[in-house]
């Protein structure tokens, strides 16, 4: 790996990074509450800095936001300011998917892909920024918030793609070329991407069936005042026991791949460590989901529990970018063509 591609590498890890920060910190301003503690955007309260104090708002300031609530609620310093740091995190994600393209401008001419890559992300980063100011501007309107979400998958989606473009062999495990020179001796089985590719179709029904849950949880906490936290989940539609039960289809393929991976030459190669992490991000969700069932709606477990499954999603992502470069050519394009001419 040269210098050039080794610092895009480094500073497109650190934006991924910085996107699953940013994905806890928004589920943290929804678990609390904060959505709204910046009433307008990109300002805060008509200011560049958050008030700490009542005080320190326009005098008409409950007239001006009472289309967001503030007609009667109190102002919370707290919620202000966890607001605040959402949208400051996603200012320094802006900045470094900007660093992230710049960096893969230089490798565009021996790697367009990665470049085009990346780019697709800074669209999506700036894109999920406006849709954010939507959710303000709707006040939290459910869908709005889901697609908010959604545009952090796209994000983590096409910087991790440039990442694992821009190091090509690096992740597959090597077997002996049939014939010296076959650039297929680095190439993954065909059972390894069909198991990926029902894995992230599971996994994306089980994101699809969680936001419907998020957005029913958050109409019966703003519908029904006197709901305490320890009693929407009596209150969610049957789609929660969906849910609940096909996480065990999402658990049951990825032990499964998780099995024949550790079996298999590619245990030892970063694909195969990568599924470890992915088997046991898959417990830990369930054992979030369990919390959230069992426990009440805990606060801490509805942050933890977005963004362990964005981590799970850009795991088997991972691995669909990782194998696809490499797959062996089908029958039929392996075999060499012949025309035959008449004379």
Known sequence: MNAVTRQFVWVALATIAAVYVLIFVGGTVRATGSGMGCPDWPTCFGRLIPPTQEAQLPADWRVTYAARGYDTADFDPVKTWTEFVNRLVGVVIGLMSIATVALA????????????????????VGLNGWIGSMVVASNLRPVMVSLHMTGAFLVQMCFIYAVVRATPGLWQAASPPAV???PRHAALPGWFRTLVLWSLAALTLQIFLGIQIRESVDLIARASSDVSRADWINAVPYIFYVHRSFSWVVLALVAWLFWRVIRSPHGGRPT????????????????????????GFPLVAQPAHLLAAHLIFGIIWFLWCALAPAMPPSPASAQPSYRTSHV
């Not at 401008?105 to 999506?124: C, K, T």
């Not at 195969?272 to 426990?295: D, K, P, S, T």
């Open 105 to 124: 401008w230089r490798l565009r001419s021996v790697q367009p892909v990665v470049f085009w890559s990346a780019l697709g992300g800074l669209f999506f």
């Open 180 to 182: 010296e020179g076959d």
């Open 272 to 295: 195969g460590r990568m599924v470890w992490w992915l088997l046991g991000m898959v417990i830990f969700e369930m054992m979030l989901g369990g919390a959230l069932n069992h426990l």
